[in-house]
């Protein structure tokens, strides 16, 4: 009577299934769905239908044909939009008024405006930022992406990445220790960012306008078969990359304070990446009725999340700091809430999705390689499809997961890891630690209720 | 940071040895969840970390070491605790993992379950009813046939799913659907049924059960047993998953005759249902507990032993309540049982067929049926967990007004491993209470099962015959024995 005989998926208890031979039962471990609310559960499978899944495949079919490509390093002001005029700062993660901002990035923020001149003193810039005469909006809102505090000023040089004559941008990594991302704005600091506009932003572009743009996605892939993860590991792509410009750089004046920056920071081309996939994921947005999460983002005090059918909605839940390991002397009790728009590397599917790819770093999870392994296969399970471009030599070069599906990630309760690193509750202390976050459940109920509002009303 | 004056700090040096950074944050992170513990930091003595470790009060004073030395430092809450502290840490700077990989997961949901192996064709749901729609209605997506176990599942999602099913062509069997034999698979609560010519469509899991272990006796084989939920000839249901079940039993090959158990539908659906089966192109018996028996235009019986019987004769054969074993079960039980019948059931339409047998022969009587949501509240389904109907059965022992207790023992797939043996010790304790009083409890039943099932139906059959209950080949013919000695009281006290 059953075209292919009796083949049984058991949803629960196994008695039910004692008579059926067990090579015939595929038994579940069932746990309720949509982190235990009946009522959003119902939302989401009305959603997964055809439509959706078609909505989906046109979406991530849109963000994996990107091939981005590292085109110029130019000032923020001359190609950011929204930049070019008036008193404007950008911040990572969702929108955030001055006042409730996190320590760091009210840190950053006073930096930049002592850095644009606009302020003389940190006084004064903190009360021209509550003022609002200095105007702050997200990075993502001006295609554009920032670690930790994200904070881009008009004069700062920004990495330029281009897709079929669209563009992406993000600033231009300062290294660790006390830098603006972390919220110090010191001498120390504002002196380094002078030298990185006037020096090595000129220089890493010429150095491009001569040897031509580099393709990103290559880069990223070469980097992954090396044990980065694209986000907390970025030292195979940093070496690549300045072995890439090393010979363009080297006839230019100041080539060596130049290859110097460049040798003494691992995480230099993280910010290329997160340029670049943040060009890839802006293909998606507003593809309607896709459940594919666009963006993720945290401003210190809440996560962000953006996702295709929704457009440029934030759905935004509160943050907390992230668990991993504390450089001597520091703990949890110093950390700050979980920040910056790096999570875009999530987002595309490598760095938390990666691990796989970095069994160097497992340790911060406190993990071994099995469970990097083990991390990049529960990423699997909410994400639409292998990165084509990515494959993880790990994982019999299958391609990291990449796509991650709001309904998948309420089906099965599993949440995005994102790596991160972890700043100093306070401004200007700079970089404790390391570890891992997941995203809060609460922004994905969120989208699935707002993407079922969207439809009904259609 | 400032050091705390209260605390003590101490430090070890590790001559060129060497760990990665990472290595070393990790081991400090584990000693520092010591109790007593305030703060480890494990670091190569480069000095940019030496540094670190002064600025936020973590270096020694006296401290000697070169930037190849590896450096421990605890500060605690006393001199013992750091000196622990740092021969753990130093311990951990040479432990080992055996780095022995991890299982494999099972699957969460149904789609992960979809993608392991051959694709699975039906869905077993079984989870809480308040989740049960949902995985129902992703298993349907996915074109999956489904047996939904589940109860506490709305009408009205009963509804929508079943169109969804039917739409389809998927089968929906549920919700709370107790037993399906499907292509001679096993679901649920199921007995071990021989192959063969008859079909059943059932509104009722035990009344299906009941049927099916009648028609084994009679030599008759099972081809479908189709569940469809206690609700499908509702009104507001009409009929959906019958409709289907009977589209796809009349195209069954395997299929001769097809008989539908139910409780009597809503009128409005007893009428589409009687000419559809009118119509359905194979021989049908309608057993529907509690109508009226006829013959046309379709075969109707009242009871599950009538409906048993009228569709083993069908087919030529005879469901034989043979007079030797109700002889002998009456023989095992005649004296005394003065009083009224209770009935203490695991199977709902058993519970049902004795309350419908003893009210045609005009006795009233208490028939409880245990696995109702009343009484299952919080613990398993006495089919289960037959201990749950052991209070009942020693309350009865104690009522003097008892003479007669029935009951039933459902065995297969799904039940109990060992239900006779519960019972039968129930049935001793109520009848060594009535004893003690002066009376006599006389405890009369039925098995319903198959020499096939797992449970051993001739050993369950003397468990309970040892402990003195009167074992009749039906559940049908219990009833009626009930009933005649009531009615034989009745008599005996009015020529009195």
New interface residues.
């Given amino acids: 009577?059953?075209?292919?005989?009796?083949?049984?998926?058991?949803?629960?208890?196994p008695?039910?299934?004692?008579?059926?031979?067990s090579v015939?039962v595929?038994?579940?471990?069932?746990?309720?769905?949509a982190f235990g609310d009946?009522d959003l559960?119902?939302l989401a499978?009305t959603l997964?239908?055809d439509a959706t899944h078609a909505a989906n495949r046109i979406a991530l079919a849109a963000v994996h044909a990107a091939r981005p490509r590292l085109l110029a390093v130019r000032p923020a002001r001359e190609v950011v939009p929204g930049l070019a005029d008036g008193r404007i700062l950008l911040h990572a993660g969702p929108p955030i008024e001055a006042k409730r901002m996190c320590g760091p990035m009210r840190g950053a923020l006073v930096g930049a405006a002592l850095f644009e001149g606009w302020a003389q003193s940190p006084e004064e810039a903190e009360a021209l930022l509550d003022a609002g005469v200095i105007a702050v909006d997200p990075c993502h809102h001006h295609s554009a992406v920032g670690p930790m505090a994200g904070v881009l000023a008009p004069s700062m040089p920004v990495f330029v990445v281009e897709d079929e004559g669209r563009r992406a941008y993000a600033s231009l990594n300062e290294g660790l220790g006390r830098v603006l991302r972390f919220g110090a704005f010191d001498q120390e600091v504002l002196t380094r960012l002078g030298w990185m506009r006037d020096v090595l932003g000129p220089v890493l572009d010429g150095a491009l306008q001569a040897s031509g743009p580099v393709d990103v996605t290559s880069l990223v892939a070469q980097a992954l078969t090396m044990g980065d993860e694209g986000h907390n590991r970025n030292v195979a792509a940093t070496s690549l990359l300045a072995r890439r410009l090393a010979p363009a750089i080297a006839p230019l004046p100041h080539a060596l304070p130049v290859l110097e920056f460049l040798a003494s920071n691992d995480h230099f081309a993280l910010n290329v990446s997160m340029a670049a996939a943040k060009l890839a994921l802006d293909n998606a947005i507003g593809i309607e009725g896709s459940t594919l999460v666009t963006a993720m983002a945290r401003n210190g005090v809440e996560f962000g999340l953006r996702v295709a059918g929704t457009g440029e909605q934030w759905f935004t839940a509160p943050v907390g700091p992230a668990d991993g390991?504390?450089?001597?002397?520091?703990?949890i009790e110093d950390a700050n809430p979980d920040l910056g728009d790096s999570a875009i590397t999530e987002t595309l599917g490598i760095g938390g999705f990666a691990m796989a790819a970095a069994p160097?770093?497992t340790?911060?999870v406190?993990g071994?390689p099995?469970?990097a392994l083990?991390i990049t296969?529960?990423m699997r399970?909410i994400t639409l499809a292998p990165h084509p471009a990515y494959p993880l030599p790990p994982l019999n070069f299958s391609g990291a997961p990449s796509g991650i599906d709001v309904l998948?990630v309420l089906?099965?309760g599993v949440l995005p890891v994102i790596n991160t690193g972890i700043a100093h509750r306070q401004a200007g202390v700079g970089q404790i630690?390391a570890g891992i976050v997941t995203a809060p459940p609460e922004v994905f109920g969120q989208a699935v209720r707002a993407l079922h509002a969207r439809r009904s009303a259609r | 940071?400032n050091a705390p004056d209260n605390t003590a700090l101490g430090a070890r040096t590790m001559r060129r040895l060497y760990r990665d950074s990472?290595?070393l944050?990790?081991l400090?992170?584990t000693v520092?969840k010591r109790e007593g513990v305030l703060?480890?930091?494990?670091?190569m003595a480069t000095p940019a970390?030496l540094e670190?470790?002064d600025?936020?009060?973590?270096k020694p004073a006296d401290l000697v070491a070169a930037p190849d030395d590896l450096l421990l430092?605890v500060r605690a809450v006393d001199e013992a605790t750091v000196q622990e502290a740092l021969d753990a840490a130093e311990a951990g700077l040479t432990s080992t993992?055996s780095?022995a990989?991890?299982t494999e997961?099972?699957?969460?949901?149904?789609?992960?379950?979809?993608a392991?192996?051959?694709?699975?064709?039906?869905?077993?749901?079984?989870?809480?009813g308040?989740?049960a729609?949902?995985?129902v209605?992703?298993?349907l997506?996915e074109g999956?046939?489904v047996?939904c176990?589940?109860d506490n599942v709305g009408l009205d999602d009963e509804v929508r799913l079943k169109q969804m099913a039917v739409e389809r062509r998927l089968l929906l069997m549920g919700p709370d659907c107790g037993t399906a034999v499907?292509?001679r698979?096993?679901?649920?609560f199921?007995n071990?049924l021989a192959p063969g010519p008859v079909a059943i469509v059932a509104a009722s899991g035990t009344g299906a059960q009941e049927i099916a272990c009648l028609l084994d006796r009679a030599g008759v084989g099972v081809s479908?047993l189709v569940g469809v939920g206690g609700r499908d000839l509702s009104a507001a249901v009409g009929g959906l998953m019958t409709n289907l079940a009977l589209d796809?039993?009349a195209e069954?090959e395997t299929t001769e005759v097809v008989v539908v158990v139910s409780k009597p539908p809503a009128e409005e659906v007893a009428q589409q249902l009687l000419a559809r089966l009118a119509a359905l192109g194979k021989p049908v018996v309608a057993c529907l507990l509690g109508l009226e028996d006829t013959e046309a235009p379709v075969v109707v019986r009242g009871t599950l032993e009538g409906g048993a019987a009228a569709a083993a004769e069908m087919l030529g054969r005879s469901v034989e309540i043979d007079e030797a074993s109700v002889a002998a079960a009456r023989d095992a039980g005649t004296t005394g049982g003065l009083g009224s019948v209770v009935g203490l059931y695991t199977g709902g339409t058993l519970a049902a067929e004795a309350k419908i047998i003893l009210t045609r022969a005009g006795v009233a009587a208490e028939i409880l049926d245990l696995g109702d949501d009343q009484y299952t509240a919080g613990r398993p389904h006495p089919m289960?967990d037959p201990a749950a109907r052991t209070e009942h059965l020693v309350r009865a022992g104690a009522r003097p007004d008892v003479g007669v207790v029935l009951v039933d023992l459902v065995l297969?797939?799904?039940a109990s491993h060992d239900p006779g043996t519960p019972l039968a010790d129930a049935v001793r304790e109520a009848r060594a209470t009535a004893a003690a009083d002066g009376r006599e409890l006389l405890v009369l039943g039925s098995v319903c099962g198959t020499a096939a099932d797992p449970q051993g139906i001739d050993g369950q059959r003397r468990i309970l015959r040892d402990a003195g209950v009167g074992l009749f080949p039906s559940n049908a013919a219990a009833a009626r024995h009930a009933a005649a000695l009531v009615n034989d009281q009745r008599t005996a006290q009015e020529i009195a």
Avoid: C
Wanted: proline share 8%; no cysteine; glycine share 12%.
């Fill in positions: 009577m059953i075209t292919g005989g009796v083949r049984v998926l058991n949803a629960g208890l008695i039910i299934v004692e008579g059926v031979p015939d595929v038994q579940l471990d069932w746990r309720p769905p009946p559960a119902r499978v997964d239908d390991l504390f450089f001597p002397g520091y703990g160097a770093i340790r911060f406190g071994t099995d469970d083990e296969r529960s399970r998948k089906d099965t630690g | 940071m990472v290595a944050m990790a400090a992170s520092e703060r480890v930091g494990a670091v970390n670190i470790l600025r936020s009060g973590m430092v993992d780095g990989p991890r997961r099972a699957p969460q949901t149904v789609l992960e379950g979809l392991v192996g051959d694709r699975p064709t039906v869905a077993a749901v079984s989870t809480p308040t989740y729609p949902i995985v209605e992703q298993a997506r999956l046939h047996f176990f589940s499907i292509d698979v096993p679901l649920g199921a071990v479908q796809l039993v069954d289960i297969g797939h799904g």
